[in-house]
């Protein structure tokens, strides 16, 4: 096949990548865009030859203007959308803030409206629905140590495969 059918035909998805932040009894991090009408991850758009992890620090730090250690990688959701294009879409560990880490965020000012640490519970009243379903799964993710594969938020592994039996 000539290249340029090849290259007409390879996948050129959008990326974006996260991460969740916790407290002291497991509530997770959400930030109040100015630009959007819900909740969402600290997090962003990858750049072009930018890596998932350094896109994640690099919007954490942007938005919340901290700098902490980014823990392991917890889901890669591939979400298709004939009228917004393909993305994967990217969840890190961003391990438990406490109130010493809470007390040095400095919202980005134009960015966002409010930073706070919200119950697994609202997820579903808070966020869009793609977005609950893959946050949930980041934070199952983490309970049980390994990193997650999803479509559109959803896993498609067998169960015996998840719990590897």
Same mark, same amino acid.
């Given at each position: 096949?000539?290249?340029?059918?090849?290259?007409?035909?390879?996948?050129?998805?959008?990326?974006?990548?996260?991460?969740?932040?916790?407290?002291?009894?497991?509530?997770?991090?959400?930030?109040?865009?100015?630009?959007?009408?819900?909740?969402?991850?600290?997090?962003?758009?990858?750049?072009?030859?930018?890596?998932?992890?350094?896109?994640?620090?690099?919007?954490?730090?942007?938005?919340?203007? /901290?700098? %902490?250690?980014?823990?392991? !990688? +917890?889901? =890669?959701?591939?979400? &298709?959308?004939? @009228?917004?294009?393909?993305?994967?879409?990217?969840?890190?560990?961003?391990?438990?803030?406490?109130?010493?880490?809470?007390?040095? /965020?400095? %919202?980005?000012?134009?960015? !966002? +409206?409010? =930073?706070?640490?919200? &119950?697994?519970? @609202?997820?579903?009243?808070?966020?869009?629905?793609?977005?609950?379903?893959?946050?949930?799964?980041?934070?199952?993710?983490?309970?049980?140590?390994?990193?997650?594969?999803?479509?559109?938020?959803?896993?498609?592994?067998?169960?015996?495969?998840?719990?590897?039996?």
């Amino acid at each position: 096949m000539p290249d340029n059918e090849h290259e007409q035909r390879m996948a050129r998805p959008r990326m974006a990548s996260g991460a969740l932040f916790f407290d002291s009894v497991g509530r997770v991090l959400l930030v109040r865009p100015s630009y959007k009408p819900l909740w969402e991850i600290p997090g962003g758009y990858v750049e072009q030859g930018e890596s998932p992890l350094a896109a994640c620090r690099r919007e954490v730090e942007e938005e919340l203007g /901290i700098t %902490p250690d980014i823990g392991p !990688l +917890l889901v =890669v959701d591939w979400a &298709p959308s004939p @009228a917004e294009g393909d993305k994967v879409l990217y969840i890190f560990d961003g391990g438990d803030l406490g109130s010493g880490g809470k007390a040095l /965020i400095r %919202p980005a000012p134009r960015e !966002l +409206l409010a =930073v706070e640490f919200q &119950p697994a519970g @609202a997820l579903d009243q808070l966020l869009i629905p793609r977005l609950a379903r893959r946050v949930k799964q980041a934070i199952a993710a983490r309970e049980l140590g390994r990193t997650c594969y999803l479509e559109h938020g959803q896993q498609l592994l067998a169960q015996a495969d998840r719990t590897g039996q």
